[in-house]
């Protein structure tokens, strides 16, 4: 009853939202979570909808992949950014938006000064400052030490990308990260960044909605925009 009743409010929201549309423009809130990760990159998507769709309010949460896809399911979220891994339900329509290659953050004059790269297993032997280990980033990175039969020690854990920049930033730890996220707001000072390698490793986010049909006016504006963004992957994901 609760899911007939949730899927009913969806119909009835997406309804109102084709009817003003069709008066005025799209409006009404986008909802959207999104991995810790993609927080400081979300905006190549949420700027150029809110300039297309100016009536549209935005509401962006940060929140790890198992809370967005339980909050999508219960019609809580319009959509969400996730690794595309991660959405590969029935239930689910991913569309893949950009490539993450990890880097690691180090404080400048460190034992890595200097130098333009590390393998993972160098990078094993820092005191590093990693996200906590519900989330999907840390799971991947994790297994990536796991096969290189290494054991890391994360001496300080947060679900928050902005705390563990600013915790690098003190120079006593250093980070694993998406090189995404240094991409809008840049190098902190007092910070370098070295490539990782041995292996080079890249994973894939993506936007995550309901799989519905017909789709809300709301989800179908936020996917057509998406679509800019999903063109350098258009001949790997078809």
Not at 45 to 68: C, K, M, N, Q
Not at 120 to 125: I, K, P, Y
Request: some cysteine; glycine content about 8%; proline content about 6%.
């Amino acid at each position: 009853m609760v899911d007939y009743a949730q899927r009913m409010a969806a119909s009835d929201q997406g309804l109102r939202q084709a009817l003003a549309q069709l008066r005025d423009g799209l409006s009404g809130r986008l909802r959207l979570g999104v991995i810790p990760t993609a927080l400081t990159v979300v905006a190549s998507l949420t700027a150029p909808f809110s300039r297309r769709h100016p009536l549209v309010s935005a509401e962006v949460l940060s929140l790890a992949t198992g809370d967005i896809l339980a909050r999508l399911r219960r019609y809580e979220l319009d959509a969400g950014i996730i690794y595309v891994d991660s959405g590969d339900a029935d239930d689910l329509h991913t569309l893949p938006l950009w490539q993450e290659n990890h880097v690691l953050l180090t404080p400048v004059g460190g034992p890595f000064d200097g130098r333009d790269s590390i393998t993972w297993r160098e990078a094993a032997t820092a005191p590093l400052c990693l996200l906590t280990p519900e989330m999907q980033n840390r799971k991947i990175i994790d297994r990536v030490f796991a096969d290189l039969g290494c054991r890391p020690a994360a001496m300080l854990e947060s679900n928050s990308i902005i705390s563990i920049l600013a915790h690098v930033c003190s120079g006593a730890w250093s980070s694993i990260v998406p090189r995404n996220v240094l991409d809008l707001i840049g190098t902190p000072a007092g910070v370098q960044v070295l490539e990782l390698v041995e292996p080079v490793v890249a994973w894939h986010t993506g936007l995550v909605t309901l799989r519905r049909e017909p789709r809300a006016p709301m989800i179908e504006a936020l996917l057509k925009e998406a679509q800019f963004l999903n063109a350098p992957f258009g001949a790997a994901f078809g």
